[in-house]
């Protein structure tokens, strides 16, 4: 187990289109378990592997704590419904800014054998996947903040 840097907005890492997993080897097996010890550490509920600096199409999600979930080379089949709260990323410490995405989502991706499965998701989990994989693509949450990307401290103190 190993917890690895986290990279942040401006590294150029985070914007470049992540490589297609084609088979599982030592390596890629060594990085999903660095990936969900790297993500708990940061007490977040979800980590692309372009956070790590690796640009392969691998996503850790945990939304409860309790429910560890892995997705690689994920698509997204259906969406509907909307939903909007504030989001917030690892690789944006210390900010959150409001974003709508869909309540519902359906995935088909590859488990670590690269036996394909499909997935549905709602609320949390829906937003936590269309996150992630945003991040797969080289995209940020920032670029579709309504409004303005706040401290979360800010927020803190006005609760
Ligand atoms: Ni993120």
Known sequence: MAIRNIREIGDPVLYKTCKTVKEMTDRTRELI???FDTMYDAGGVGLAASQVGILKRIIVIDVTGEDPVMLI???????SGEQSGNEACLSVPGKTGMVTRPNYVKIKAYDMDLKPFEMEGTELLARAICHELEHLEGHLYVEKVEGELMNVSDLEEEE
Not at 73 to 79: C, F, M
């Open 33 to 35: 378990d660095d990936m």
């Open 73 to 79: 080379n994920p698509v997204i089949l259906e969406t």
